[in-house]
């Protein structure tokens, strides 16, 4: 008779494009949501969480920065709602929240949501499938005030989370304008190429201005020596694109926001969609000079082009300038961590109707290793106070204790493992980062003391101290067993 051959073990590891968060990477990301969330509500936002599921229909054919509908999603049929996705983001949830309860809610409707979206793309470094967003909008009003607070808040919150005034910009530009520049080298609303050449456009930051001028013109070979060919525009229309994208003001002495609006009107020429957009931008720089938001913390800036397919006027870009090493050494600036703007034909897709929106959203995972780079987080968290166990019999005795000291607001457990050997329980504190552990054995329990054993020190002494160091500043006290807690709470507060 045949064996039955046995199942292969399952593998354990983790999808590709998706990974596993610990300790301190989960509790650094939960702090810096709830100081985000702070800036937000202070602002008068409300918090909204919404499905993480949406249908695929509602989801739609506007996932910023990606060519082909619908593409980029993880999707599967239901049997009930047809076929459904993880969502890609949280604007689309929201348009359609908006649209299906806007009776009940307030406009304008101003929102703020947190949490993990899903993109079903090629994974990469530091690109993953599954990662966290932190965004909020405004939906209900065209007012370039909604804009303008939206910049005014990101810089805030930038400032709020650890990145301090000098190593960000945020970065505001308008969709509109660009139509103009387009329209003034004369590539009008219906001409079959603008959409080509809004989609090399959006290719700035990843060319750059050689790499474009070769793509609306003649074409160019990129890395991997394939050639893409060009848009075909003449040269000179091409070098008036770029010159706009690239426009730096170098007037010493005068608003450098005021400089570049100035040279935008001259870019746009004629064009009435153009003038209304630069017209937007004064507005803009206007209301955030009258709260005290110059242009070193947000500027005008030609050569932000985020989706241009998705938004329909202002869009924003939180940039940090500071340098860091890459891979190979080299410095570089560590670049965008935040982006949006306004999208007002979202709602529309549901309602019939034209609903102005506006909106950001903070990349959470690049803000952290922002902050990491910067030194603001990052290291061994603290664990918690061990209490160790000498006799399993009076385990009664150690929850007791740790009971003490979480009613003090001290983090604190019981050791639950095998107890017959002490050193594995201290070798137990040691891998939890425990700043404390706490011994009672038969002779203390009898005599009505602990020792407290501060391990901080204790590793301290140990890697640094000589012996009479060593034996002038003992790393464990013993103190009557009344005496705990605030015994604890000197040596924790010694290391805060």
């Not at 709020?160 to 329209?183: A, C, E, Q, T």
């Not at 959006?202 to 991997?224: H, I, N, P, Q």
């Amino acid at each position: 008779m045949a064996k039955v051959k046995k199942a292969p073990r399952p593998k354990a590891q983790t999808p590709k494009g998706f990974r596993d968060y610990f300790g301190s990477e989960v509790s650094e990301r939960a702090e810096m949501l709830r100081a985000i969330a702070g800036v937000y509500h202070r602002y008068g936002f409300e918090a909204l969480e919404s499905s993480a599921v949406e249908t695929v229909e509602a989801l739609g054919k506007f996932l910023p920065d990606v060519d082909r509908p619908n593409e980029g999603v993880f999707a599967w049929q239901d049997e009930d709602e047809g076929w459904v996705a993880l969502r890609y983001d949280l604007t689309a949830p929201l348009a359609r929240v908006y649209a299906q309860h806007r009776n009940d809610l307030p406009t304008p409707y101003r929102r703020y949501a947190m949490g993990p979206v899903w993109r079903n793309e090629k994974p990469g470094p530091g690109r993953f499938r599954q990662f966290y967003q932190c965004d909020a909008d405004t939906v209900g009003t065209g007012s370039a005030a909604a804009d303008a607070e939206i910049c005014a808040m990101l810089s805030d919150t930038l400032e709020v989370v650890g990145i301090p005034r000098g190593d960000y910009l945020v970065r505001v530009n308008n969709r509109k304008v660009l139509d103009g520049v387009l329209d003034f080298v004369g590539i009008g609303s219906d001409d079959p190429i603008r959409a080509d050449v809004m989609r090399t456009i959006d290719k700035f930051d990843k060319v750059g201005e050689e790499g474009v001028l070769e793509l609306l013109t003649t074409g160019r070979r990129d890395a991997s020596g394939a050639f893409i060919d060009g848009v075909g525009l003449h040269i000179q229309s091409a070098q008036q694109i770029v010159q706009y994208l690239t426009q730096k003001s170098v007037l010493y002495g005068e608003d450098v926001n005021q400089a570049r609006l100035a040279s935008m009107r001259q870019a746009v020429g004629n064009s009435q969609i153009g003038l209304e957009g630069v017209s937007e931008l004064e507005e803009i720089a206007s209301l955030l000079a009258a709260q005290g938001y110059g242009s070193d913390r947000i500027v005008v800036d030609s050569s932000v082009v985020r989706g241009l397919g998705y938004y329909t006027g202002p869009v924003f870009e939180a940039e940090l300038t500071f340098e860091i090493l890459d891979e190979k050494g080299r410095k570089r600036q560590f670049g965008s961590v935040a982006g949006g703007g306004r999208y007002d034909d979202l709602v529309k897709r549901f309602t019939g109707q034209a609903v102005p929106a506006t909106g950001v959203s903070i990349g959470v995972d690049r803000l952290l290793a922002a902050l990491r780079e910067k030194g603001r987080i990052g290291g061994s968290v603290q664990g918690p106070v061990v209490v160790t166990v000498m006799d399993r019999d009076r385990m009664a005795d150690y929850q007791t204790m740790v009971a003490e000291l979480r009613n003090a607001g001290i983090r604190a457990e019981v050791y639950l493992g095998n107890p017959k050997n002490f050193g594995n329980q201290l070798k137990y504190a040691d891998k939890r980062n425990s700043p404390v552990a706490v011994i009672e054995g038969g002779d203390e329990k009898a005599n009505g003391v602990v020792q407290i054993k501060d391990l901080i020190l204790g590793a301290k002494l140990a890697q640094e101290a000589t012996l009479e160091e060593w034996k002038e500043r003992p790393s464990q006290y013993e103190v009557p067993r009344g005496e705990l807690v605030a015994k604890v709470k000197e040596i924790l507060t010694q290391w805060a």
